[in-house]
């Protein structure tokens, strides 16, 4: 049967056809209908950002392929997934029986090129796994590997057997510190399924993250109001209609100390955003009493798998968690692209340099500060020696 791309930048992610897709295909939960609606509702006018959305539809009718994209940029006419900071994962809406039909179609190819519209630059960003799909749709793009990895943790049939799986030492230090909260109440976690509480403990959780990432260099998205209104919807969404999240509360003595916003896919979750009490509960590792807690509640659903998403933090390692690469998809397609390309990438080397000079700068001040207290150590012991 024929093959005919469209532009429909008006398509309707709520719709039925899009569901029977998403159900049959190989994305991720980034490419929920909830989840693209709400970008494109919400979050994409705020940004400025325009709606590309590329579909092939078999005899004309049958949605085989979706591709969601947004447009940026004026002086450098740029196209990227729909992502727009919010996604961890993007990959195009289909089968992968599908793609590799698609991708043999010289017709289908030129399609998409043509559909994509002009454009100086196509980037698909983090993008797991290999992403030989995605590039066989995109003639003249390459794909690089990101300097970081995502972190997938298998998860057992029983909380007891993953826990098994652990290192003893690890899990000793867990269950000490679930020993220390016992004074402070009844330990209780519990998903939401009132919707009047979903912006109370969403706005809980972003004063706990405030909080967290308080003097640190990294910036924290869910402060900026935009972004936060579409995690709030997308929670409310969740609550309501049973997908693509959930919210989950870790309550100590009644009260929230963590606060998790999940997705969850059919045989597994990702860990997506979390909130703790780090001024009162500092010492107390809320961040991974909650991972815990997530994990265990996640076996006791049936799930397989917990994805820790984006980042390699050293916590990941301690639960089990396996590193899967990541890779970005580029297309440039005229010389201000290349040029786009060009300046990205001298950005991101000058930024890795002055922060591989700061490290070793604020390693030589801890080992000189560790010197001095050495040294005027010594001299006070020397001190009292004489004066004995």
């Known amino acids: 049967m024929s093959l005919t791309v469209h532009r429909e930048d008006d398509f309707d992610f709520l719709s039925a056809e899009y569901a029977e897709l998403y159900a049959a295909a190989d994305a991720t939960v980034f490419q929920h209908g909830v989840w693209l609606h709400r970008l ?90 290999s992403p030989g799909a995605v590039t066989a749709l995109l003639a003249g793009s390459h794909a690089r590997r990101h300097r970081y990895d ?57 004063a706990f993250r405030a909080a967290r990432f308080a003097g640190r260099r990294a910036v924290d998205l869910v402060q900026d109001d935009v972004a936060f209104a579409f995690y709030c919807a997308v929670a409310r969404d969740s609550v309501e209609h049973g997908g693509p999240g959930r919210l989950v509360v870790l309550e100590v003595g009644g009260e929230a100390v963590a606060i998790t916003l999940d997705l969850v896919e059919p045989d597994g979750e990702l860990y997506v955003l979390v ?31 917990l994805d820790l998403t984006v980042g390699d933090e050293g916590y990941k390692a301690d639960f089990g968690a396996r590193p899967r690469a990541l890779h970005q998809v580029r297309l440039p397609r005229t010389l201000r692209g290349h040029a786009a390309l060009l300046r990205h990438d001298g950005e991101l080397l000058g930024r890795r340099v002055a922060k591989q000079g700061l490290g070793a700068w604020e390693a030589q001040r801890a080992r000189r500060r560790t010197a001095r207290e050495e040294r005027s150590r010594t001299v006070e012991a020397e001190r009292q020696t004489t004066s004995t």
């Open 40 to 129: 494109y509702r919400d979050l994409a006018p705020a940004r400025g950002a325009r709606p590309v959305v590329v579909t092939v539809r078999r005899a004309a009718c049958e949605l085989v392929l979706v591709l969601p994209l947004v447009a940026t940029g004026r002086v450098v006419r740029t196209l990227t997934f729909a992502d727009l900071g919010v996604a961890d994962y993007n990959l195009p809406v289909a089968s992968r029986a599908v793609l590799d039909e698609l991708a043999a179609d010289p017709g289908v190819v030129r399609g998409i090129g043509d559909a994509l519209g002009r454009c100086d630059l196509l980037v698909v960003d983090r993008v797991p796994d």
């Open 150 to 206: 995502t972190h997938l943790v298998t998860l057992g049939a029983t909380p007891e057997e993953w826990r098994g799986t652990l290192d003893p030492k690890f899990v000793r230090h867990l269950e000490r510190k679930y020993k220390r909260l016992r004074p402070r109440g009844e330990r209780v976690l519990r998903e939401v399924t009132d919707v009047a509480e979903v912006e109370p403990l969403m706005e809980r959780m972003r």
């Open 275 to 305: 909130g703790y009490d780090v001024e009162r509960l500092r010492n107390y590792s809320l961040g991974l009493l909650i991972v815990d807690g997530i994990a265990q509640d996640a076996i006791r659903h049936g799930r397989s798998w």
